[in-house]
C-alpha cells in the first residue's frame, strides 16, 4: 500500500470511527437522557456540545462565528491534504490521513448540531479534590495522535516530514 493510500485509509477510518461512536452514543445509547456514566473510577461519559473551538476556546454561538470556524477548518483540511498528498513517509502520511479525518467528523457536528459532540471525560481525585481533563471525543483523539506523529516523524523520522 502506497503512503497516500493509508493516508486516506487513515482519514476514512477516523471518520467513520468518529461519527458511528457519536450517532450511537446520541441515538442509541441515549447519552443526553442518561447524564453522566460512570465508566471507570476515573473514566466517565458526559454529553457536552463544544461551539468553540479545542479545548473549549472561544465559545461562541452565533451563526457568524460558526460560519468562520467552518471556513478555517475547510482551508486547514485542504492544506492538510496538499501536504498528505506531497508526503513520503507513511507515518507522517497517515498522521495527516488521522488530522484530517478528526478535522472532518467535528466539521461534520458543527454542521449538523451546530456543535462538537464531545463525550469523554477523564479525571482523578486527589486530596478530596477532582480533577477533571476536559471532554473530547474519537476525532480528538485522532488530531493529538496525529500530530504527535508528525512530530515524532519530523524529528526523529528519517528523511524527516517537511510541509509544503
Do not use: C
Request: hydrophobic share 60%; proline share 2%.
Amino acid at each position: 500500500m502506497t503512503p497516500l493510500r493509508a493516508g486516506i485509509l487513515a482519514a476514512v477510518m477516523t471518520l467513520l470511527a468518529d461519527q458511528a461512536s457519536k450517532l450511537w452514543l446520541l441515538n442509541g445509547f441515549d447519552l443526553a437522557r442518561r447524564g453522566v456514566v460512570k465508566v471507570t473510577p476515573f473514566f466517565d461519559l458526559v454529553l457536552a456540545w463544544n461551539i468553540g473551538i479545542s479545548f473549549g476556546w472561544l465559545q461562541n454561538d452565533s451563526q457568524s462565528a460558526q460560519i468562520a470556524l467552518m471556513a478555517v477548518k475547510v482551508v486547514a483540511v485542504i492544506a492538510l491534504a496538499i501536504w498528505m498528498a506531497r508526503s513520503h513517509t507513511r507515518l507522517a502520511t497517515v498522521a495527516l490521513g488521522l488530522i484530517i479525518g478528526g478535522a472532518i467528523g467535528n466539521g461534520i457536528d458543527r454542521f449538523a448540531y451546530g456543535a462538537v459532540v464531545d463525550f469523554a471525560l477523564f479525571h482523578v481525585e486527589i486530596g478530596g479534590n477532582t480533577y477533571n481533563w476536559y471532554v473530547f471525543n474519537l476525532a480528538d483523539v485522532a488530531i493529538v495522535a496525529g500530530v504527535a506523529a508528525l512530530l515524532y516523524d519530523s524529528f526523529l523520522g528519517v528523511p524527516a516530514a517537511k510541509a509544503p
